[in-house]
């Protein structure tokens, strides 16, 4: 299967700093990657999707000038965490696809953000 | 209704049983199905992908789907205590986005 390579792992931030994760597709191109986020013990929250050389898409109730999503290559995501707060602590993770290849989605390892 | 309905258990089961794992789905045009399953503190991994009704195997891993009930299924035949994870069920309603379920937790006891 594709591989999806997420960065960093984990990290621990002051509250009101920003945090920029990176979601990279190894062995593909992916003109779309979306982006979750997963609270303990609850399931995956689609936050985003992000369109390559276009401006991400965002579900409801996210608000897209706290998580700024750029996908400027075929092969890169960002999702940056603006002015983070205590409750933006949580489990984050990005996916890609390849279609036609493959329509499943490939996960990233996750980062786990820790707002101090 | 929400979109991918799955029992959120956790489902218990003794080493060595089957374990037997439900999903229901809205969108009736819906074309692609997954299994994932993910492991406390790890991301999701894809286990089984299905398109076409009836029955598909990998390993002890059997996927069903019934497109007319809009029901799919994984069932996991010899249980073992390493397969105690949350097992996510996703649908892809031709569009480039998975829906997933909340996931339902399974407890393989020794």
């Known amino acids: 299967g594709a591989v999806v390579s997420q960065h960093p792992s984990w990290v621990i931030c002051k509250s009101g700093t920003s945090v920029k994760i990176e979601c990279r597709s190894l062995d593909f191109q992916a003109t779309t990657m979306f982006w979750y986020r997963q609270f303990p013990k609850q399931s995956l929250m689609l936050m985003a999707t992000s369109n390559e050389g276009s401006k991400a898409t965002y579900e409801q109730g996210v608000e897209k000038d706290k998580f700024l999503i750029n996908h400027a290559s075929l092969t890169l995501s960002t999702l940056t965490v603006t002015s983070a707060h205590p409750e933006d602590s949580s489990f984050y993770i990005c996916s890609a696809s390849n279609p036609p290849v493959n329509t499943e989605a490939f996960f990233g390892q996750g980062t786990r953000l820790t707002v101090v | 209704q929400k979109e991918v309905e799955q029992n959120s258990g956790p489902l218990s089961v003794p080493e060595g049983a089957i374990a037997s794992l439900n999903c229901t789905y809205s969108?009736?045009?819906?074309?692609?199905f997954f299994w994932y399953r993910q492991y406390s503190g790890k991301s999701p991994e894809l286990i089984m992908s299905i398109y076409s009704n009836g029955d598909k195997e990998d390993g002890r891993f059997t996927a069903q789907l019934n497109k007319a009930s809009q029901y799919v299924s994984l069932l996991i035949r010899d249980s073992q205590p390493s397969d105690s994870a949350t097992y996510l069920c996703a649908v892809n309603p031709h569009t480039d986005k998975l829906i997933f379920g909340t996931g339902t937790r399974l407890q393989v006891f020794p």
């Open positions: 969108d009736r045009g819906s074309q692609s």
